[in-house]
């Protein structure tokens, strides 16, 4: 069965967490303060990563950092201040050499308002 998972990633172009993205703290007040942390594994074939969080209400934080392979660090991370109240979904991608995507992170974080 597990050999049949990895092969299901596998020919979806995605291996097991290839990328993982962490959001501290997981619910807040506003105006918050939200670090979001995305850890990687090293590949040769590492060029970007794109990751971005919004809220129903608008409030959107987006970026994108270029990657050297192998050389490039495993972990990036970010600050956002005065993050109003909302429900946020946060996704990240992991690109590859060809513009391929080679993993997905969702996570998520609430801001509640005082």
């Not at 594994?41 to 919004?54: A, L, Y």
Request: charged share 20%; aromatic share 10%.
């Amino acid at each position: 069965m597990m050999s049949l998972l990895l092969l299901v990633f596998t020919t979806m172009g995605f291996a097991p967490n290839m990328i993982e993205m962490s959001i501290s703290p997981r619910f807040n007040y506003a105006p918050a303060f939200q670090v979001i942390t995305i850890h990687i594994v090293r590949s040769p074939n590492n060029r970007g990563i794109e990751w971005v969080c919004d809220s129903p209400t608008g409030d959107y934080r987006a970026s994108e950092i270029e990657l050297d392979g192998s050389n490039s660090p495993a972990q990036f991370r970010t600050e956002w201040r005065r993050v109003g109240a909302g429900v946020y979904t946060c996704l990240a991608k992991l690109r590859g050499a060809d513009n391929s995507i080679l993993g997905r992170a969702v996570t998520g974080f609430e801001v509640r308002g005082r």
